[in-house]
């Protein structure tokens, strides 16, 4: 009887730690701080290809869909100082931005990659659980789309 009552006890607990843990689930926010823990121009400037960056800009250029592979949903953005970024979001892990346009604002977390334009942002997704990278994601008319 005294086992009985323990492991009935033991289940409780672990059902209320689970419970305790939804919150926090359904409250998800973006890690804003892990996009702006480095300066985007010196890590463009230095082509620090795998930086963790973060920012804002207005979509001056809308490209086709990437759909070789993963398909990503694929822009161009001015930031500030005249540079120019091609993002590269993938619509297969992350919901698209649907009805995006030429001067629209963007804000934005990814992984940098260098390239002789300038450069891409990818990784605006969370991240899969058996990925090493950072979650990132994509902030447009209020909403975030990760």
């Known amino acids: 009887m005294k086992k009985r009552k ?21 409250a998800y926010q973006p ?8 300066n985007i121009y010196q890590v463009i400037q230095h082509k620090q290809s795998g930086a963790q ?13 990437d759909n070789k592979g993963s398909r990503h949903q694929r822009f161009i953005l001015k ?5 120019t970024l091609l993002f590269a979001h993938n619509i297969d892990l992350a919901e698209k931005l ?3 346009k030429k001067g629209d604002k963007v804000a ?7 390239n002789q334009r300038g450069g891409v942002v990818h990784w605006t997704h969370r991240a899969p659980s058996t990925s090493h990278h950072f979650s990132g994601w994509l902030k447009w008319q ?4 990760q």
């Open 108 to 114: 934005f977390c990814g992984e940098y990659q260098s």
């Open 142 to 145: 209020g909403k975030i789309y």
């Open 98 to 100: 649907q009805g995006l």
């Open 31 to 38: 890690n804003v701080s892990s996009c702006t823990s480095k």
């Open 53 to 65: 960056v973060g920012g804002s800009g207005t979509v001056v250029h809308i490209l086709s869909d």
């Open 79 to 83: 930031i500030d100082r005249g540079n």
């Open 6 to 26: 323990i492991i009935l006890y033991i289940i409780g607990i672990m059902v209320i730690i689970g419970l305790a843990k939804i919150p926090q689930v359904l």
